[in-house]
């Protein structure tokens, strides 16, 4: 056991992808980075921990809405007690209104009429009407990824583990990041504490990573449950819609195709973890007993803790086809190498239930033409077919056949759920 430990210390070593600051001779202590954007110029707090040798995570923080660098405070200096270069941004805006333009910040459809509007705070939207504009109308996603090419630059970290957290307006961004494809592979994962994208602006995210968010159960700012007539919406006090925090999950997890949804340990949290998804990422759901809160001590350990054993996901699957969509992914495995899909081949009756393996390798599950619905799938009920699940993909998508084989919706109607693998 103990061999075994030592090998995997050294393994996760020598996995590490040091950036290009690790040439240079940083200074431990905090600092501060001035960068310009846009019109202006923005003020960023840096903490390098004291006595880590090597690359370490680095950990980008954005703030909630109207605050700035200075708002990580107590959460920066856990993680850089974990050994963390932070790194906390501040957005744009006029002093007290800095923001991000974070996934569907100013589409009038995101709140209902008569919402106050904050249009006139941003010089870089174009007031007209109102139209639910309460952020900066810059691209935040630029913002932060000079951010990041500034940092990495200039400090020694790990580019397998770098995060990106937020909190309320931050941890709306954080989706935006991960769905935009500039910034998702350079990122291991997000974290969104209070922070959700507003209705019918929910995106997968671009490659697969880690996710964890925690919510509030009776957040009245950004609620996490419905209290709409549709389940999957959620509204506040002042009349801003949200997708809520399971319609949200539910999609990163249906994107990645991960395994069921199961219990997840933490302090005063109620969890659910959907593991085994492409890349190995896995996606954490939590809610606590309380309002608009983020960073107490135990909210900060469920995303330190979930943080520390992973890194960046493995490259995604979809560049692994050769001929076409239907061919088996010669890069899956289930969790060890020898199981990839010929092992499937072998007892598909048993072996295709398992997580991942009749999304990853169609031809051994024979689960029919993988690009277009296959037309004797049905769940429970003959009328239960890909068009009933065409209908309502973001529930029924999860629905799996009767029988052994029990296949995925998400496999047998790849043109419903939207989970066809294009060949390259
Ligand atoms: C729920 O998520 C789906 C994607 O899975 C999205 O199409 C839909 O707009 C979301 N609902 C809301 C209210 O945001």
Same mark, same amino acid.
């Given at each position: ?21 690790c ?60 050994g ?19 996934p ?38 630029s ?20 995060? #990106? ?24 994962g997000? #974290? ?19 996710y964890?968010g ?59 973890a ?17 309002g608009?809160?983020c ?18 996901a ?22 060890? @190498? ?41 769940s ?11 209908? @309502?993909p ?12 029990k ?18």
């Open positions: 056991m103990l061999r075994w430990s030592a090998l995997l210390t050294l393994s996760t070593t020598l996995a590490a992808s040091p950036s290009a600051g040439d240079l001779d940083t200074q431990a202590g905090a600092q501060t980075l001035v960068l310009p954007f846009a019109s202006g110029t923005y003020e960023h707090a840096i903490a390098v921990p004291d006595g880590f040798a090597g690359p370490r995570p680095l950990l980008l923080y954005l703030h909630g809405w109207g605050g700035d660098s200075g708002e990580c405070g107590a959460t920066c200096g856990r993680a850089t007690d974990r963390y270069v932070t790194v906390a941004l501040t957005g744009v805006g006029p002093s007290g209104w800095s923001s991000w333009n974070s569907g910040a100013g589409d009038p459809a995101t709140c209902a009429p008569g919402t106050p509007d904050f249009c006139h705070k941003y010089a870089s939207c174009d007031c007209g009407e109102p139209a639910c504009d309460w952020a900066t109308c810059e691209d935040s996603t913002q932060i990824l000079e951010v990041y090419e500034a940092v990495v630059a200039a400090y020694c970290v790990d580019l397998d583990r770098v995060w #990106a957290m937020g909190c309320s307006n931050g941890g709306m961004m954080v989706h935006g990041l991960a769905s935009d494809d500039r910034s998702a592979p350079l990122l291991a997000v #974290a969104t504490a209070v922070g959700l994208p507003h209705a019918h602006h929910n995106r997968k995210p671009a490659t697969p990573m880690h964890v925690y919510w509030g159960a009776s957040d009245r700012v950004v609620p996490p449950l419905s209290n709409t007539d549709d389940e999957d919406m959620s509204v506040d006090t002042d009349g801003w819609y949200y997708s809520t925090a399971r319609n949200t999950t539910d999609l990163w997890a249906a994107s990645m195709r991960c395994g069921a949804r199961e219990a997840y340990a933490a302090t005063s949290m109620d969890c659910t959907a593991s085994q998804c492409d890349g190995g990422a896995d996606v954490v759901e939590c809610l606590f007993d309380g608009h809160r960073g107490r001590p135990y909210m900060d350990d469920l995303v330190f803790d979930f943080m520390e054993p992973r890194s960046r493995a490259a995604t699957p979809t560049a692994a086809p050769t001929d076409g969509a239907c061919d088996d992914d010669a890069g899956w495995f289930l969790k060890k @190498k020898y199981r990839g899909c010929d092992w499937v081949a072998k007892k598909p009756g048993k072996r295709c239930e398992k997580s991942g393996a009749t999304a990853a390798c169609p031809s051994a599950c024979d689960v029919g033409d993988c690009c277009d619905d296959d037309a004797t799938w049905y429970k009920k003959t009328n239960r077919d890909c068009a009933w699940v065409a209908k @309502k973001n529930k029924r998508c999860k629905k799996k056949s009767a029988g052994s084989l296949i995925k919706a998400t496999v047998a109607c790849p043109e419903a759920c939207g989970t066809c693998r294009e060949p390259p």
